[in-house]
């Protein structure tokens, strides 16, 4: 990697265990790069020695994220690259500290065995959140983990015992909600835009088991139009890209909550889909319902972003121009 020759030290890394050396800098370097893009040095691995070269707080940094990744690594815990953003979004924000208390605990086992973990601070909130309310709104932009950790989590009470059954559902503006013009049964009408929610669910699941459950009814997947008139006991409710409800809708869906139940509504203002002067259900209900106890609402940012970290470098960029 290049780097401008203004103030550059260079700083070793040693990682004495061959093993733990190859979990760190990952296949074919793969987490070298990242952390090169993601904190502007260049790494460069001599034997069990991890030389980075940069600006001399850019260098300490990264040492300091190394750091706390090989400290993982040493208590068995596998590494990926959201495990790198996340420390590196940490780092920039001042809080690398508490980095590792994020996997103190393990939130479920997905369908290879991997535990799942909180990646982010804003991630360990909405956890939380989900957890202590009764309804949880995650807001944020993609790639914040929303849809996944609240399929997580409703898995996961449904493993525990809590509830029931579960519940998913989204506005299908796309299709003009009402659906009736599109050929095709339900699924097959319902089923592209609920991708990522059927990803989650075969994540944590795979296929096999999210379709035994989905013909049970253990697993209910819907568009938002197939709410009405229901009320929804002993169940964990998930309401996908809310911003593209309108009032109404979101109203109606609120109250569809029962006894024993939790929801959680995810979305993204600035990703808005609905007609021109038609007001977003999801903004409304911010404003509506701050004041309700039983009620939490979590606010994602760019720092929260676990994809590629020029994903993140992007977001913010629109957000800073005011799109």
């Known amino acids: 990697m290049y780097l401008a020759d203004t103030e550059q030290i260079t700083k070793e890394f040693i990682v004495s265990d061959p093993n733990e050396l190859l979990q ?4 074919q370097d793969e987490f070298v790069t990242i952390l090169e893009e993601g904190m502007s040095v260049s790494i460069n691995v001599f034997g069990n020695s991890m030389r980075i070269t940069g600006q001399e707080d850019t260098v300490k940094t990264t040492t300091h994220i190394l750091e706390n990744i090989l400290s993982l690594i040493q208590k068995g815990i596998n590494i990926n690259s959201s495990d790198f953003i996340s420390a590196m979004n940490m780092a920039k ?3 690398l500290e508490y980095f590792q208390d994020l996997y103190n605990q393990v939130l479920i086992k997905d369908a290879k065995g991997k535990a799942v973990r909180v990646k982010t601070f804003g991630q360990r909130q909405y956890v939380q959140a989900i957890r202590h309310h009764d309804v949880a709104f995650g807001i944020g932009p993609a790639g914040t983990g929303k849809t996944y950790l ?3 989590m409703a898995l996961a ?5 809590t509830v029931d059954k579960i519940v998913l559902t989204r506005p299908a503006v796309e299709a003009g909600e009402s659906l009736g013009f599109l050929p095709g049964d339900l699924k097959e009408k319902v089923d592209p835009y609920l991708r990522p929610i059927y990803d989650a669910l075969h994540s944590i699941l795979g296929a096999e088991h999210t379709e035994r459950l989905m013909d049970r009814g253990v697993i209910e997947i ?5 709410m009405r008139g229901r009320t929804l006991d002993n169940a964990f409710v998930i309401l996908d890209e809310a911003q593209n409800t309108t009032n109404m809708q979101m109203k109606m869906f609120l109250t569809r909550l029962g006894f024993g139940s939790k929801m959680i509504v995810n979305g993204d203002i600035s990703q808005i889909d609905l007609p021109k002067r038609t007001a977003s259900g999801l903004v409304a209900a911010q404003k509506i319902l701050k004041n309700i106890d039983q009620i939490e609402f979590v606010t994602f940012t760019a720092e929260d972003v676990v994809r590629h970290p020029v994903v993140a470098k992007i977001i913010t960029a629109y957000e800073d121009s005011g799109h």
């Not at 760190?24 to 296949?27: H, L, P």
């Not at 819907?222 to 197939?226: D, F, N, R, S, V």
Request: net charge positive; aromatic share 4%.
């Open 24 to 27: 760190i800098v990952g296949t």
């Open 150 to 152: 609240a399929v997580v």
């Open 93 to 95: 924000n001042g809080t």
């Open 157 to 161: 009470a449904l493993k525990q015992g």
């Open 222 to 226: 819907a568009p938002l139009a197939y």
